[in-house]
């Protein structure tokens, strides 16, 4: 139950010395530990007692902490945890924004609301004050800037708000919404990434939405043979069926998303600049199962475990096999 950060500006964040050197030695931040949420730059943190802690930038306000000064909230950096608020059993942070479920059903929203994303119906582009903005909640999902619930009605409906860039919250030539608005019944999970949005309903099937970073607002698909793939799919397309589970992290790129179905097969999801395919299912490995929360620290054989922001990691046949988004192109390969 204990928390460990390292890598790109943690020691920043945790030791609060103001450098900005990357950290590559494990940093303990806290005990009693339950489940995070790594954002841009802030991370929830949820306690086994349901407290809902936070360490990172509050810039607009995400973590719920500091006095508004001009346009920012201060202190602007938060160098150790803070508590927040109780009786959470989920939290997501998004790219400058929270969104937080509580034991009661209730949902609560704080941070940039520059789109709509805290679903107040709000013009104050931040808010450091948590505002409630639906119940009867079951789960809660935060995108780049936009936020989704699934409601606990018997439906399984799903509300979602904030920015309709490229279509990624669902609609054709929509704009950004400022409050939660129903849009899909029978929804098990969503996958929110920057650029689209993955939603897996009730039957197993997987659906997408959205499109690439640099699309517009345009109606129907179109191809831009001067600049490439520059629309987006406005209603939910059917990807596939027989899904067990998605994996699916979020990058300056628009997401990395691996599609686990019922049979073992473990495919990777991505979007595509071909007029006539928009998206892309492709097989990487068989005979793959879902993780076991409490398994401890090693990788059980044959088990998908995401790590970061970045990618995943699968141990298959006595083999670490790893799926890395990076700066110049993806990879999927054995680790050595």
Request: proline letters at 2%; one cysteine or more; charged letters at 25%.
């Amino acid at each position: 139950g204990s928390l460990w950060t390292w890598g790109d500006r943690s020691k920043f964040f945790y030791n609060g010395n103001g450098s900005w050197d990357n950290i590559t030695a494990p940093c303990k931040v806290m005990d009693n530990v339950k489940n995070i949420s790594a954002g841009v730059d802030h991370i929830l943190i949820i306690k086994n007692d349901g407290s809902l802690w936070g360490i990172g930038w509050n810039l607009y306000g995400q973590l719920a902490q500091g006095v508004k000064d001009g346009s920012s909230y201060q202190p602007e950096y938060i160098y150790e945890p803070v508590h927040i608020t109780d009786n959470v059993i989920s939290a997501k942070a998004g790219y400058n924004h929270s969104i937080v479920l509580k034991s009661d059903g209730t949902v609560w929203t704080f941070g940039n609301n520059e789109y709509g994303q805290l679903g107040t119906g709000s013009d104050d582009i931040m808010s450091n004050e948590p505002s409630e903005v639906l119940d009867s909640a079951k789960a809660v999902y935060a995108g780049g800037d936009s936020c989704f619930a699934i409601l606990n009605d018997g439906k399984n409906t799903l509300y979602r708000w904030g920015t309709n860039y490229a279509g990624r919250i669902g609609g054709s030539k929509e704009l950004d919404k400022y409050l939660p608005e129903r849009y899909l019944d029978g929804i098990n999970a969503v996958s929110a990434l920057w650029g689209y949005t993955l939603v897996t309903k009730d039957d197993g099937t997987l659906w997408a939405y959205g499109g690439s970073e640099n699309a517009e607002r345009v109606e129907t698909i179109e191809w831009n043979s001067g600049d490439g793939y520059n629309a987006f799919i406005d209603t939910p397309v059917k990807i596939t069926g027989d899904v067990e589970y998605v994996i699916s992290q979020q990058n300056g790129e628009g997401g990395t998303a691996l599609v686990l179905k019922n049979n073992g097969e473990l495919y990777l999801f991505e979007l595509t600049g071909e007029e006539e395919q928009q998206y892309t299912l492709t097989k990487i490995l068989d005979g793959i199962r879902l993780s076991d929360e409490n398994a401890g620290e090693e990788i059980a054989d044959n088990d998908v475990s995401d790590i970061n922001d970045s990618g995943c990691i699968v141990k298959y046949d006595d083999k670490i096999y790893y799926y890395y988004t990076g700066s110049d192109e993806d990879t999927w390969g054995l680790y050595e």
